[in-house]
């Protein structure tokens, strides 16, 4: 039996979360998805892992209102992933100006120049609506896993 769509706007960092792995597992009922909360992970390691389509990617959410909150820790980890040719992205829904899927190589320079319009310059996939459509979730997840 499918899953009804969600139909709220995410309203936290979790929500978001939970309406990614909803969306993906609708999509892909084989996906694999690890949701990474621990104080033995790396620092700074993205919320989740997921295999997609036979690609493993790393994905970091944020739900902000102006700008992400990016620690140190997690710049780092995201210039070590891109380092050794990993699949990272950071997915971020601007409270009230939409979402951006950012892939993890861009995250150093977005968080030095604090410009919520060059996150929407860098990103992979973004979207101006508060609320995203089935086919809109569809869309982001494909792009996770199509190659760079």
């Known amino acids: 039996m499918k899953k009804p769509w969600p ?10 979360v939970k309406d990614f792995i909803d969306s993906a597992l609708l999509f892909d009922p084989l996906a694999q998805i690890s949701l990474i909360e621990s104080p033995q992970s790396a620092a700074g390691f993205p919320d989740t892992c997921a295999c997609l389509d036979g690609q493993m990617v790393a994905i970091e959410f ?8 990016v620690r140190p820790s997690q710049v780092r980890w995201f210039k070590d992933n ?10 971020v ?16 320079e977005l968080v030095q120049k604090k410009s919520r319009d060059l996150w929407f310059n860098r990103a992979e996939l973004f ?8 086919r809109q979730w569809r869309e982001f ?5 199509v190659p760079f």
């Open 62 to 69: 944020k739900y902000c209102e102006s700008l992400p909150k």
């Open 7 to 16: 139909s709220k706007t995410s309203e936290s960092e979790a929500a978001l």
């Open 82 to 91: 891109v380092k050794a040719k990993g699949r990272s992205w950071m997915m």
């Open 141 to 145: 997840i494909l792009a996770l896993t």
């Open 127 to 134: 979207s101006f609506d508060t609320t995203l459509s089935q």
């Open 93 to 108: 829904q601007f409270a009230k100006h939409g979402f951006v899927l950012v892939p993890g190589e861009f995250i150093a």
